[in-house]
């Protein structure tokens, strides 16, 4: 019995030995010397004065819930995952422009409260895609857009609206977390339920939400590798997080459009950098929120302004416009010939509160017809623009052209000895003896 024990005691510290090591092994990569090697991507820079765009890799993501990040929203395109956006109210997101750019607003659609990127049963309907008017697609410079949904969503425990950041906030110091959808992760011995897309057939996408974090670092030195490569880091650009140089075993996540959330605020929206996934990972590059608050905050109160009723009839034409489309596609035979009544735009009441707006604005009437309505719209709103702008002026005019008229009577004034002359407050015996004339010019 005395030989039995030690025999299990024996075969029980070899089991765990030897369980320590597979999950030593498993579990931390450091332990692996051919990992890096297998993990991360030799390749070299990009040419010199490309942007290097986002590959939505991930490595050693945490998965996290939606209540954990109940901001995160899905930006469909024909119902699948296509990019990370942000909400800031019920009916208004806000993301990256690059992947936006002249993407019929009828293929989009946001999902929200869902911790996985393939699900969702209530797809909310976008209307109006606001792109920032500086917005290059060369540089990235202003890449940030807004999304005007018609219906409002339903604000829960694992749905809810983020404040934007301050225009003075500092972020160095303070910790940062960065959330999105992106592929599964490059070691792949996370796990992970690849899904397909027509839009990145090649990638095997994660539907599980992920998040990274780091310590905003006042320290850049990493970032001037960018200006090396003649890629410049412009105005409303952020150069955050770690470069796997200094540290090669750092998480990352390259997610278009996945938000940068400092102390519960929004303070950027990630659009491009080199990483993740090679040998030299750099730190992202992220579109400043506070560079574009004013913008924002000449946005949003617009799109506020906008009711159901007005909305109505983009969103039938919208739906319509869809149903379309289907119906030619599902046509055996014959084409659908659908005419359009008349060719000129009518401009509507809304039209005078987005002519107000800062951007530029696509909706159903960019991509109807073949565009061809497009030209004829922007006319309409420099001339809605221009007529605001002389209205304007003329209030203007009429403010700093009022005469000042007296408060009080001069019946009243005479009553107590004084008189009103010009402007001036006098006393009527010391200055006029007779009363009775001193106010003939202003009764």
Same mark, same amino acid.
């Given at each position: 019995?005395?030989?039995? $024990?030690?025999?299990?005691? /024996? /075969?029980?510290?070899?089991?765990?030995?030897?369980?320590?090591?597979?999950?030593?092994?498993?579990?931390?990569?450091? %332990?692996?010397?051919?990992?890096?090697?297998?993990?991360?991507?030799?390749?070299?820079?990009?040419?010199?004065?490309?942007?290097?765009?986002?590959?939505?890799?991930?490595?050693? =993501?945490? +998965?996290?819930?939606?209540?954990?990040?109940?901001?995160?929203?899905?930006? +469909?395109?024909?119902?699948?995952?296509?990019?990370?956006?942000?909400?800031?109210?019920?009916?208004?997101?806000?993301?990256?422009?690059?992947?936006?750019?002249?993407?019929?607003?009828? *293929?989009?659609?946001?999902?929200? =409260?869902?911790?996985?990127?393939?699900?969702?049963?209530? /797809? !909310?309907?976008?209307?109006?895609?606001?792109?920032?008017?500086?917005?290059?697609?060369?540089?990235?410079?202003?890449?940030?857009?807004?999304?005007? @949904?018609?219906?409002?969503?339903? &604000?829960?425990?694992?749905?809810? %609206?983020?404040? @934007?950041? $301050?225009? &003075?906030?500092?972020?160095?110091?303070?910790?940062?977390?960065?959330?999105?959808? =992106?592929?599964?992760?490059?070691?792949?011995? *996370?796990?992970?339920?690849?899904?397909?897309?027509?839009?990145?057939?090649?990638?095997?996408?994660?539907?599980?939400?992920?998040?990274?974090?780091?310590?905003?670092? $006042?320290?850049?030195?990493?970032?001037?590798?960018? *200006?090396?490569?003649?890629?410049?880091?412009?105005?409303? !650009?952020?150069?955050?997080?770690?470069?796997?140089?200094?540290?090669?075993?750092?998480?990352?996540?390259?997610?278009?459009?996945?938000?940068?959330?400092?102390?519960? +605020?929004? %303070?950027?929206?990630?659009?491009? =950098?080199?990483?993740?996934?090679?040998?030299?990972?750099?730190?992202?590059?992220?579109?400043?929120?506070?560079?574009?608050?004013?913008?924002?905050?000449?946005?949003?109160?617009?799109?506020?302004?906008?009711?159901? $009723?007005?909305?109505?009839?983009?969103?039938?034409?919208?739906?319509?416009?869809?149903?379309?489309?289907?119906?030619?596609?599902?046509?055996?035979?014959?084409?659908?010939?659908?005419?359009?009544?008349?060719?000129?735009?009518?401009? +509507?009441? /809304?039209?005078?509160? @987005?002519?107000? !707006?800062?951007?530029?604005?696509? *909706?159903?009437?960019?991509?109807?017809?073949?565009?061809?309505?497009?030209?004829?719209?922007?006319?309409?709103?420099?001339?809605?623009?221009?007529?605001?702008?002389?209205?304007?002026?003329?209030?203007?005019?009429?403010?700093?052209?009022?005469?000042?008229?007296?408060?009080?009577?001069?019946?009243?004034?005479?009553?107590?000895? &004084?008189?009103?002359?010009?402007? @001036?407050?006098?006393?009527?015996?010391?200055?006029?003896?007779?009363?009775?004339?001193?106010?003939?010019?202003?009764?």
């Amino acid at each position: 019995m005395k030989f039995g $024990s030690t025999m299990k005691s /024996i /075969i029980f510290i070899l089991f765990v030995t030897t369980l320590g090591c597979l999950n030593q092994n498993i579990l931390s990569p450091e %332990a692996d010397p051919e990992f890096e090697a297998e993990t991360f991507q030799g390749v070299g820079y990009p040419k010199i004065g490309d942007i290097p765009l986002l590959n939505r890799k991930v490595f050693k =993501g945490s +998965r996290v819930t939606i209540r954990e990040h109940p901001y995160i929203v899905s930006i +469909r395109r024909k119902y699948a995952h296509y990019l990370t956006g942000t909400l800031l109210t019920r009916n208004l997101v806000i993301s990256v422009a690059h992947p936006l750019h002249l993407v019929p607003v009828t *293929e989009l659609g946001v999902v929200s =409260g869902q911790n996985y990127a393939d699900r969702g049963t209530n /797809i !909310m309907t976008v209307l109006f895609v606001i792109i920032h008017e500086n917005f290059d697609p060369n540089t990235l410079a202003a890449d940030i857009a807004l999304l005007r @949904l018609y219906e409002d969503i339903p &604000l829960k425990i694992a749905i809810k %609206a983020i404040m @934007l950041v $301050s225009p &003075l906030t500092k972020l160095e110091g303070f910790r940062a977390f960065v959330t999105g959808w =992106g592929r599964c992760d490059l070691t792949g011995r *996370e796990l992970c339920l690849p899904r397909s897309s027509i839009y990145f057939p090649d990638e095997k996408l994660d539907p599980m939400l992920r998040t990274v974090n780091f310590m905003v670092s $006042s320290t850049k030195v990493h970032c001037d590798t960018y *200006e090396r490569h003649q890629t410049y880091i412009r105005q409303g !650009m952020l150069c955050l997080g770690q470069s796997r140089r200094e540290d090669p075993m750092c998480p990352c996540l390259a997610v278009p459009g996945a938000p940068l959330v400092v102390n519960s +605020r929004l %303070a950027g929206l990630q659009s491009w =950098g080199f990483g993740c996934g090679y040998k030299h990972d750099l730190p992202l590059v992220y579109t400043d929120i506070r560079y574009y608050l004013s913008w924002l905050l000449t946005n949003i109160p617009i799109l506020r302004k906008i009711t159901r $009723s007005d909305l109505t009839p983009f969103f039938e034409a919208t739906k319509g416009y869809i149903f379309i489309q289907w119906l030619e596609q599902a046509r055996y035979s014959k084409t659908l010939n659908f005419e359009l009544t008349h060719n000129d735009l009518q401009p +509507r009441e /809304i039209d005078k509160l @987005l002519a107000n !707006m800062k951007g530029t604005i696509f *909706e159903i009437r960019d991509f109807i017809n073949n565009g061809t309505f497009r030209e004829s719209k922007q006319k309409m709103y420099m001339l809605l623009r221009n007529s605001s702008e002389r209205i304007r002026r003329i209030e203007t005019l009429k403010l700093t052209t009022n005469v000042a008229e007296p408060f009080i009577s001069n019946n009243t004034l005479n009553k107590i000895g &004084l008189y009103l002359n010009h402007g @001036l407050l006098g006393d009527v015996h010391d200055n006029n003896p007779d009363s009775s004339t001193a106010f003939d010019d202003y009764e």
